[in-house]
C-alpha cells in the first residue's frame, strides 16, 4: 500500500474515533446542551472517515491511468496530496467555526465556515480530476467480432 494511502486511511480512522467520541458525548445530559455537536460528529463521519476513507482506498485500488510513466500510474501524486490536505483543513476549520458560530454569530465564524466548505468542494474536485482518466473500460483482449 502506498505511503499517501496509508496517511488517509490512518486519518480517516482518526476521524472515525472523534465522530465516536462526540457521538457519546452527545449520549450524555451536558452534551447534549452543546447544540454544534451533533451536526459536526456527522461531518466527523461522513465527510472525515467515509469521504476520505473511500478517496484514499479509490487512489490506490483504481486501474493505473493508461499510458502512464512509472512514477505517474495513479495520476498525480502531489494533487492527490494536496486533496488530503485540503481536505483535512476544511474538516478542522468546520470543527472549530460550526459550534463557535452557534455560540458567538459572527461574520468570523461565518467566514470560516465558508472557507470550510470550499476547501472540502476544492479536495473533491482535486479527487475528481486525478481519478476521472484512471475510470475507463477495461481493456478487451482477443478476437474482434464473433
Known amino acids: 500500500m502506498p505511503r499517501l494511502v496509508r ?13 465516536l467520541l462526540l457521538k457519546a458525548i452527545a ?6 446542551s452543546l447544540p454544534a455537536i451533533t451536526p459536526v460528529s456527522w461531518h466527523a463521519l461522513f465527510v ?7 478517496f484514499g482506498i479509490a487512489h490506490w485500488m483504481l486501474p493505473t491511468k493508461p499510458g502512464a510513466t512509472k512514477d505517474r500510474l495513479r495520476g ?9 490536505i485540503t ?13 463557535m458560530q ?15 466548505a470550499w476547501l472540502q468542494w476544492l479536495a473533491a ?14 481493456v478487451r483482449r482477443g478476437k474482434k467480432g464473433a
Request: glycine content about 10%.
Open 76 to 84: 498525480s501524486e502531489g494533487l492527490m496530496w494536496s486533496v488530503f
Open 102 to 116: 452557534i455560540v458567538q454569530p459572527g461574520s468570523l465564524w461565518a467566514g470560516l465556515l465558508i472557507a470550510s
Open 27 to 32: 449520549m450524555f445530559p451536558a452534551g447534549a
Open 7 to 19: 496517511w488517509y486511511v490512518k486519518t480517516a480512522f482518526l476521524w472515525l474515533a472523534l465522530a
Open 125 to 138: 474536485i482535486g479527487f475528481v480530476v486525478n481519478s476521472w482518466a484512471r475510470a475507463r473500460p477495461p
Open 48 to 54: 472525515g472517515w467515509l469521504t476520505q476513507l473511500i
Open 87 to 99: 481536505l483535512n483543513i476544511g474538516l478542522l476549520l468546520r470543527v472549530v467555526a460550526e459550534p
